[in-house]
């Protein structure tokens, strides 16, 4: 027998009747044009941040957008969008500067990942290791690279102060 008030329609069983639906069974994904391109937006994903169901997985920057839109059209305040959505409240402010933003002008306003890395990158570049060191050894090894002979002298030095010393601290340089 069907108790009354037991089920809501749009709701799925076993949530809660505060439940905000985004996305129906037959439309999981959507397909969003932007200045960088076609991006696919999981709107499970967004649905459930949504409603703050979020641990343990982000959503990438576009879906965030999409959710913090989504958000911001049904009164939710900022700092409650930042928690669910998994950015800073600075990022939502950039992307929204206002409340009434449109999601097109934020699309805009987002980095990919790739120039956010290169922005990070460009930021942290340190100077090259300098052939000869133990530290210029290291960076052949890492590049995959034929390890230079100054380098491979300064290596077999290294190894021998670690023998000596148990450590790779002050160990000689050998000049270039």
Wanted: charged fraction near 25%; aromatic fraction near 6%.
């Amino acid at each position: 027998m069907k108790h009354p008030g037991t089920s809501v329609a749009g709701v799925p069983v076993g949530r809660h009747r505060s439940w905000t639906p985004v996305t129906t069974p037959s439309v999981p994904t959507v397909w969003l044009a932007t200045a960088d391109g076609i991006v696919c937006l999981d709107l499970v994903a967004i649905e459930l941040a949504v409603n703050d169901l979020r641990q343990g997985w982000t959503l990438t920057s576009h879906e965030a957008a999409y959710a913090a839109d989504f958000m911001f059209q049904r009164g939710v305040q900022y700092s409650v969008i930042a928690k669910r959505i998994g950015a800073s409240g600075d990022t939502l402010r950039r992307w929204f500067p206002t409340d009434d933003t449109p999601l097109n002008e934020a699309l805009t306003r987002i980095r990919t990942r790739r120039e956010a890395q290169q922005s990070a990158a460009a930021r942290s570049s340190r100077p090259r290791a300098r052939c000869g060191t133990y530290q210029g050894a290291q960076r052949h090894q890492r590049g995959n690279e034929p390890m230079c002979e100054p380098c491979r002298e300064a290596k077999r030095a290294a190894d021998r102060h670690y023998r000596q010393h148990g450590t790779y601290v002050g160990a000689p340089e050998v000049a270039a």
